[in-house]
């Protein structure tokens, strides 16, 4: 089993790095699957503070929009590259997740009101940085092109969707070492039951800091290269509806599964970006109506996430295989 599921990781990783080459003509494709990337990223960062530590976070925005004007910033004022300013965006988002999140978990503050205090983030970033004129005020602020890969302005998609499937790679990763680290096991016990875990001895608040800050810099890290993307900064890259999604997926997914939320931005990112393209023009939101029922009937009838449907599915396969290989 471990060699069988080791060869397909290898080749869905194959197909993840060729799959360029067959819409390199075609720009809409390479957005698509650069914004599905995007989103695996984030839902996959998610799932290290939400999946495995059982937190509600809805402040993805407000990390992304810091790592995107952080790395616009720098490169606009400063002309330093973004190669560079990405990490520091990544660092700035997590010196505000701590700034937040000590005070939230040193007066307990969980569940359903540490969702309401990290969604309220969200949008204070929003109207600080519409004031802040310094930074761009109400208005965008293009980043320069200056024709050179180093400063990650480049004349096609396909060196975007190289660079977030090296993050998403990476997003994997860190959450399959953790899930098999000390780290890892605290977040699982304070997910199940976090008072429970704290009688035996798990450290509450430093658990829940330490996977706070590195789900962070991982979504700062993104906002970075999410601003060299479109080319600009806004005080709206503070959203609150794409921390709402980024939530749905990780949990949709399939909580505290290392591809879960991948799974999940897969195929609920590719649906409503095919339903908004073929029905967006027609009939206003009816692409949403769509798009939310597909959500309400996975939920009703796959609470535990749509990715343990696809390991019950692969696990029947793979039982059958060798159950056939046996009898031969």
């Known amino acids: 089993m471990k060699k069988f599921r080791f060869a397909l990781l290898c080749l869905l990783v194959l197909l993840a790095l060729v799959l360029p080459i067959f819409f390199r003509s075609n720009p809409y494709n390479l957005i698509l699957l650069t914004t599905i990337l995007l989103y695996g990223v984030l839902a996959t960062a998610w799932n290290i503070i939400g999946g495995m530590g059982g937190q509600l976070d809805l402040a993805a925005g407000a990390y992304l929009g810091l790592g995107a004007f952080t790395t616009g910033t720098l490169l606009i004022r400063f002309n330093l590259t973004p190669w560079i300013g990405i990490f520091i965006g990544g660092l700035v988002a997590v010196l505000f997740a701590v700034l937040v999140g000590l005070p939230l978990f040193r007066f307990k503050v969980k569940e359903v009101w540490y969702a ?156 409503r970006e095919l339903l908004r393209a073929n029905l967006g023009g027609q009939l206003e939101s009816l692409y949403l109506v769509i798009y939310s029922t597909v959500l309400i009937l996975i939920v009703l009838f796959r609470p535990r996430g749509i990715t343990t449907l696809l390991q019950d599915g692969f696990n029947k396969l793979f039982s059958r295989w060798v159950r056939k290989n046996h009898a031969e």
């Open 116 to 271: 309401l205090s990290s969604a309220a983030l969200v949008e204070v970033l929003r109207i600080a940085f519409i004031m802040w004129e310094k930074v761009g005020g109400p208005v965008e602020r293009y980043l320069p092109s200056y024709g050179s890969p180093l400063y990650m302005r480049f004349g096609s998609y396909i060196p975007y969707y190289y660079i977030m499937l090296t993050l998403l790679l990476a997003a994997l990763f860190i959450n399959f070492w953790i899930s098999r680290s000390k780290l890892g096991y605290y977040l699982i016990a304070l997910g199940d039951d976090e008072d429970a875990a704290a009688v035996l001895g798990v450290g509450v608040r430093s658990s829940k800091l330490k996977a706070l800050m590195i789900y962070a810099f991982i979504v700062g890290v993104t906002g970075g290269v999410y601003a060299c993307l479109y080319g600009f900064i806004h005080p709206n890259f503070f959203s609150s509806p794409l921390s709402t999604e980024v939530a749905i997926l990780g949990i949709v997914g399939g909580m505290g599964i290392t591809y879960g939320p991948l799974i999940g931005a897969i195929l609920l990112v590719s649906i």
